[in-house]
């Protein structure tokens, strides 16, 4: 039994109790209830899949049957999202026990190989509950990034436990990035994630709600040219290696990347592309974040916004173009805008994303042929803010689609975005009735 102070600790013993080897989850299905792909299209008995998404990173956490869990806010979660007509939901099947500052507590596993079997069980409780639901599920498996531990992480198991914190006034960007990418050249780091690779997805190869795993979130070469371009090799190899040892485990799933796209490639189509073209790769992915990229400006969203716009519709078409090259789906799987004035309050105005996402909606709703669908970053639900500094704590229970690392507030949607539900919840019919 846990305690709260046993679950929620940084320590290998608040993970202990779980072998690595997990039984494979019984649920016997006909092949017709899995996603395929055929050419450029994704395909869900035998009919086209087309998809309303969104993001819920925090659902096996919700999942769990522990203190910091909540199986009924889960279900009511999802009624909601099954009511805007989302189908889709992307979601972290992965997060290691890490030194990293904004790195989420609980994890599913320790450097040893001990999981967390709360964690291990709120995630096939939260796949059971999309399943009654009809709804699919894309789940990465660990995390270029700091806030589930992720590839840092891994490496720091690995190197003899250097590691670097995002942000860190020491090591100003792209320091963290760049050292995170030499987690594809570290054999030892890439293993241990590995041997976790096979335990999960052995565990779930037969389940149909999941439609696809992701190698991670936001993989990245690097975060500058210099360091990425004598990881490339590595880092493909990776991209590679990681698909084949899925499919060999789970034929029926789907494989993708999780990348970002051009932004996440140092902005090169070259390294795109050929993290995509593998033939165990099965759709491309991209990822829209203008006020982190510096294209629109929280402070003068109005004044910004109209250029902000011309480059989402730039870079939107520019992945529509090296999709149809490459003769593969793509999914638009993270979107995000700032709320008006760029506040993280439920009570904020949500005009500017609002259009936004009519904007991202509009380029999948064009290309029928081309993009199987989006998911929106993220949903936040009956998730409020518990401090007044925006803050994410450890030991919070308030799950929000914000992450550990960012404002709590910052791009998810509330419940009660009721013009923002209006907005997706009319794309879901334009997709259903297309």
């Not at 869900?44 to 309303?52: D, I, N, Q, V, W």
Request: proline share 6%; net charge neutral.
């Amino acid at each position: 039994m846990f305690t709260r102070r046993s679950v929620l600790g940084s320590g290998a013993a608040a993970l202990a109790g779980a072998a690595l080897s997990l039984p494979a989850a019984a649920n016997p299905a006909a092949p017709g209830d899995f996603v395929t792909r055929k050419g450029m299209g994704l395909l869900l008995g035998g009919r086209p899949y087309r998809f309303a998404g969104a993001n819920l990173w925090y659902a096996a956490w919700l999942g769990a049957d522990a203190p910091w869990g909540n199986r009924d806010r889960l279900r009511r979660e999802l009624d909601s999202l099954a009511a805007m007509g989302v189908g889709n939901l992307r979601i972290a099947a992965s997060a290691e026990d890490s030194p990293l500052r904004n790195s989420v507590k609980p994890a599913f596993r320790t450097r040893g190989g001990a999981w967390n079997p709360a964690l291990v069980d709120g995630l096939a409780f939260a796949l059971s509950e999309l399943g009654t639901r009809g709804m699919k599920a894309v789940l990465y498996l660990t995390n270029f990034w700091e806030w589930s531990g992720g590839m840092m992480t891994y490496l720091s198991w690995a190197n003899g436990g250097k590691y670097l914190d995002m942000n860190d006034p020491a090591h100003p960007w792209p320091a963290f990035p760049d050292m995170a990418a030499q987690f594809y050249a570290n054999a030892e780091a890439v293993g241990l994630y590995h041997d976790y690779v096979r335990a999960t997805v052995q565990r779930h190869a037969g389940d149909p709600v999941v439609m696809a795993w992701q190698l991670a979130n936001e993989p990245r070469p690097g975060g500058s040219a210099k360091a990425a371009e004598p990881l490339l090799p590595a880092y493909r190899g990776w991209i590679q290696g990681t698909a084949r040892l899925i499919k060999a485990l789970s034929p029926r799933h789907l494989v993708s990347t999780g990348s970002e796209g051009l932004m996440g490639s140092i902005q090169r189509a070259d390294v795109y592309k050929a993290a995509h073209d593998f033939p165990e790769i099965d759709y491309l992915t991209a990822h829209v974040w203008p006020l982190n990229w510096g294209w629109v400006d929280a402070r003068d969203i109005a004044g910004t916004n109209e250029a902000s716009f011309a480059r989402v519709r730039e870079y939107l078409a520019r992945h529509v173009a090296l999709a149809t090259e490459l003769g593969k789906p793509l999914v638009i799987e993270e979107f995000g805008y700032p709320r008006d004035g760029g506040g993280y309050d439920p009570e904020s105005a949500t005009g500017f994303r609002d259009l936004f996402y009519k904007l991202i909606y509009a380029e999948v709703e064009a290309n029928p042929g081309i993009v199987a669908g989006s998911n929106f970053w993220a949903w936040n639900g009956e998730g409020r803010p518990v401090h007044g500094d925006h803050r994410f704590r450890q030991g919070d229970t308030a799950w929000l689609g914000d992450p550990p690392h960012e404002p709590q507030g910052w791009y998810g949607v509330f419940d009660g975005d009721a013009s923002t539900r209006a907005v997706v919840q009319a794309h879901a019919r334009a997709l259903a009735g297309s």
